[in-house]
């Protein structure tokens, strides 16, 4: 791995990390377990469109591991893993059919996200009740899903002639 | 954005609607609260006696006031977790308080419905 890789691949996931705590001090604005913007999003869908999907997936499993252990516990950590992989996962086969704009790609990654939170949440608790929340996390996550999608597509676009 | 991504998203926030409708359409007015920890019932008390309760060895602190129950303590971190302190009174069926790091669900039952579901 060249040097200028690893010091990218750390300050991206120094960057993630720092967006974590930020999004932790934002106050929920609705009442529901799982509803969040997801600001380290806004890294790792720069990453899958500007570097490589590779990248993307080392930035968000050493951030998921990172952010889990420095503020979090092991229960957090399942929820976490549980999103980061559907989300990243749906997100990677998505774009690489070149169907949807990169907006879209966002909102089914943020979709996945809380598909993912809802699964755990279920097995976490037995309590299948919980599926009732599904509505308003596919809400929440197209919303989220949409802000993070054009705020890194434009950065995609800003970014264009910079070398990583 | 083109034709496709609207039907994709569209369709995606079709179906968000449809089962929103769903669930609130068959909200009825509850009549007692089942506490639930992985799962397994551990208490049941009415919506309609008020009352302050101490769950799961003392984790957390359900109040019941006027019809509605809502968390008012709970022993849990908060890093990138939504409280069960915040998450308002309950008072109609399906509708529920989850504490995930303590695994302690309060859900709302009607009158004439039987016992807790449970995965698996």
Known sequence: MKTKRVAFLGLSIALAMI??????QIP????????????????IVFLLYRISWKDAVIVSIIRTLLVSMLFGNIQMLTFSVAGAVLSLGSMILLKKTNWFSTITVSIVGGICHNIGQIVAAILWTQTAGIVTYLPVLLLSGTIAGAVIGLISGMLVEKLKKWRF | MKKRDFILIGTILAIALLLWGAIELTKEEGAYVIVTVEGKEVAKYSLSQDGEYELNGGTNILKIENGEAFMIWANCPTMGQTRCTHQGKISKTTEKIVCQINQLVVTVYGADEGDVELVG
Do not use: D, Q, R, T
């Open chain 1, 19 to 24: 967006l974590s705590f930020v999004e932790s």
């Open chain 1, 28 to 43: 929920a604005l609705v009442a529901i377990p799982g509803i969040k913007v997801g600001l380290p999003n806004l890294v």
